[in-house]
Nanobody, 131 residues
């Protein structure tokens, strides 16, 4: 059974930086994908970033491209989301999700930005950006 857990959320001022980390336990697979999603109060869950192995391939939403960086170590089952130039509108609960094992050979971004494709989810970590 694959389990996913996030850590590292917190409070930061606008313009600041924060790193959130995701750890996948249970089993690791040479082919996998891990995604970050976020949900603000009263809004739907939205895609933030994802990383896919083999590759790795990285995917970002237009809103965070250039400000956030996703990286990870598939062998260790860890993924980091480094967030910079944070804005108050980045305030949300950030969720990590995993596709493990990854059976698709597709590298199309649409296959990794859809939350419905991820069977394993963490509990989420709160990120709050103050103005």
């Amino acid at each position: 059974q694959v389990q996913v857990a996030e850590s590292g959320g917190g409070l930061v001022q606008a313009g600041g930086s924060l790193r959130v980390t995701c750890a996948v336990s249970g089993r690791t697979f040479s082919r996998s994908a891990m995604g970050w999603f976020r949900q603000a109060p009263g809004k739907e869950r939205e895609f933030v970033a994802a990383i896919r192995w083999p590759g790795p391939y990285r995917y970002y939403s237009d809103d965070v491209k250039g400000r956030f960086t996703v990286s990870g170590d598939n062998a260790k089952g860890t993924v980091d989301l480094q967030m910079s130039s944070l804005r108050p509108e980045d305030t949300a609960v950030y969720y990590c999700a995993a596709i493990a094992p990854l059976t698709s050979y597709s590298t199309a971004s649409s296959d990794y930005t859809d939350p419905g494709r991820y069977p394993y989810w963490g509990q989420g970590t709160q990120v709050t950006v103050s103005s």
